[in-house]
């Protein structure tokens, strides 16, 4: 992801990534242990394209157990899109 986020960069481009809170849509699927914000947070964190974030969906939050006061633990700058 920060190779793509490297390649993106010079383009103004963000990268946005996103995790899967409901349990039905990640079932046997590689990487299935980011399915809540934390998990995505430490994700996002190691990559050092600062052009690399989140994609945050309420309905995931929602259903991985977080809540909207979670929201505000995301610095700014890692919000790509919600």
């Known amino acids: 992801l920060g190779e793509l ?3 993106l960069e010079p383009h103004g481009i963000r990268l946005a ?4 809170g409901p349990a039905h849509l990640r079932k046997d699927k590689p ?3 980011i399915h809540d914000l934390t998990a995505a947070l430490t994700l996002v964190g190691m990559i050092p394209a600062k052009n690399v974030g989140l994609l945050v969906d309420v309905w995931h939050l929602h259903t991985s157990g977080g809540s909207v006061e979670d929201i505000k633990k995301i610095p700014k700058e890692r919000i790509v899109s919600v």
């Not at 990534?17 to 899967?20: A, D, K, P, S």
């Open 31 to 33: 990487f299935e242990f």
């Open 5 to 7: 986020g490297r390649a």
């Open 17 to 20: 990534v996103e995790f899967m």
